[in-house]
């Protein structure tokens, strides 16, 4: 049976809980069961679903020359006085609960897209809430619940390959990847490792 992906409001405010694209993702993409599920995101349990929400923007923004069209990012509030109740009240009123990640797409962009676009998209923003990995490099679970701990990481060959894998690449995506292959490394691995904040920190995470 055909799900029907989902189709943020016509009447769009300026942000939306889109509770509807979480349930299409459990039935579809995070469901074992269903022909486009990605054995990738395996480690987002159902056990995890209360971890995350996703909410519409009406359209993107600007952000170095270029349109943002999603975002994820661990859910963080400022401290102090009533700012973390009041944002933590608008989760609520939102979704029910305090999500611990949150996916934001725009509206805009998923209104006037293929169903393929949208679905690229949005597992381009699930590949960012990665399972977690210890000082070996290894996958990292809870010791009180055994459950995977999640973390959000920067865009990799993993997720690049994953995303290209089921909804394909344009030409320009795969000549940079070519052009690049095919230059002397700027810089060696080794000093790399050791100027890169992201590296650092998933090493010693």
């Given at each position: 049976m055909k799900i029907k992906r989902p189709m943020p409001p016509d009447d769009m405010p300026a942000f939306?809980?889109?509770k509807e694209v979480w349930d299409w993702l459990k039935l579809t993409i995070l469901n074992p069961d269903h022909k486009i599920f990605n054995p990738d995101h395996?480690?987002?349990l159902p056990q995890h679903w209360g971890d995350i929400a996703i909410v519409w923007a009406e359209c993107g923004y600007k952000r170095g020359g270029k349109t943002v069209i999603g975002t994820t990012e661990k859910v963080?509030?400022?401290?102090g006085g009533w700012k973390k109740e009041r944002q933590e009240a608008q989760m609520?009123?939102?979704f029910g609960f305090v999500p611990n990640f949150l996916i934001t797409l725009s509206a805009s962009f998923c209104r006037d897209h293929s169903d393929v676009e949208f679905c690229a998209l949005?597992?381009?923003?699930?590949?960012?809430?990665?399972h977690a990995k210890n000082e070996f490099g290894m996958p990292k679970y809870s010791r009180d619940t055994g459950k995977p701990i999640l973390a959000i990481q920067s865009h990799d060959v993993e997720e690049f390959v994953g995303v290209v894998r089921r909804y394909g690449a344009s030409q320009?995506?795969?000549?940079?990847l070519i052009d690049a292959a095919m230059q002397k490394p700027e810089v060696s691995r080794v000093a790399l490792r050791h100027a890169c904040g992201t590296c650092s920190s998933l090493r010693i995470a």
């Amino acid at each position: 049976m055909k799900i029907k992906r989902p189709m943020p409001p016509d009447d769009m405010p300026a942000f939306a809980p889109a509770k509807e694209v979480w349930d299409w993702l459990k039935l579809t993409i995070l469901n074992p069961d269903h022909k486009i599920f990605n054995p990738d995101h395996k480690h987002l349990l159902p056990q995890h679903w209360g971890d995350i929400a996703i909410v519409w923007a009406e359209c993107g923004y600007k952000r170095g020359g270029k349109t943002v069209i999603g975002t994820t990012e661990k859910v963080m509030f400022n401290a102090g006085g009533w700012k973390k109740e009041r944002q933590e009240a608008q989760m609520v009123e939102w979704f029910g609960f305090v999500p611990n990640f949150l996916i934001t797409l725009s509206a805009s962009f998923c209104r006037d897209h293929s169903d393929v676009e949208f679905c690229a998209l949005v597992e381009h923003e699930l590949y960012h809430i990665a399972h977690a990995k210890n000082e070996f490099g290894m996958p990292k679970y809870s010791r009180d619940t055994g459950k995977p701990i999640l973390a959000i990481q920067s865009h990799d060959v993993e997720e690049f390959v994953g995303v290209v894998r089921r909804y394909g690449a344009s030409q320009d995506d795969i000549q940079r990847l070519i052009d690049a292959a095919m230059q002397k490394p700027e810089v060696s691995r080794v000093a790399l490792r050791h100027a890169c904040g992201t590296c650092s920190s998933l090493r010693i995470a």
